[in-house]
């Protein structure tokens, strides 16, 4: 009976053995599915960056394409000014990098810039002949903002856009569209 007993045992510690060795690889399981997951994201940037993507689909941001010290947000760089300057020196400083004063294209990128930016900085935006323009030449499209204030160069504020005279300094932010980059 003392050896009958013994076999029962013993089968039994084989069979719970036997369980142990298949879930006590749980963590091979784990590592090979989070490699499998990783590998399936790289694949999709992939294939998000090398095809062009409609405007508003995900994609998934250059690691190198902006410069060093520039902030990313749909497809273009950003430079946040330390220093003040007037209007006109703020966009040189910006076409010296290939850039210019910020130019806002839509809704999204002034939400976007008026959580990120303090203390009013420049914008690439100036009145010529009672008329605000963007440095790249186009007009104003009144339904994005109106301009407050009675100056010629404009300037981003908590609640909006405002314009006083250029010679006056303050911060500035620079843009870079990723297309004109490469």
């Not at 399981?29 to 992939?46: D, E, F, N, Y």
């Not at 209007?87 to 990128?109: K, R």
Request: hydrophobic content about 35%; overall charge neutral; aromatic content about 12%.
């Amino acid at each position: 009976m003392g050896s009958g007993g013994g076999e029962r045992g013993g089968s039994a510690g084989r069979g719970t053995a036997h369980s142990r060795g298949l879930f006590s690889n749980i963590w091979l399981w784990r590592a090979v599915a989070g490699v499998l997951t990783a590998a399936v994201i790289l694949i999709s940037c992939i294939q998000f960056v090398n095809s062009s993507p409609a405007k508003d689909s995900p994609e998934c941001p250059p690691l190198d394409l902006c410069p060093t010290g520039w902030l990313y947000f749909q497809r273009k760089c950003y430079f946040l000014s330390e220093n003040e300057a007037s209007w006109n020196f703020s966009q040189s400083h910006c076409s010296s990098h290939s850039a210019s004063l910020l130019v806002i294209e839509n809704h999204q990128e002034l939400s976007f810039m008026m959580r990120i930016t303090k203390q009013d900085p420049w914008i690439g935006l100036y009145k010529r002949n009672e008329e605000f323009f963007w440095v790249n030449g186009k007009a104003l499209d009144n339904e994005l903002f109106e301009v407050k204030g009675s100056g010629n160069c404009a300037y981003l504020e908590s609640k909006g856009v405002s314009a006083s005279g250029c010679y006056l300094t303050r911060k500035w932010v620079c843009s870079l569209n990723i297309n004109s980059a490469q």
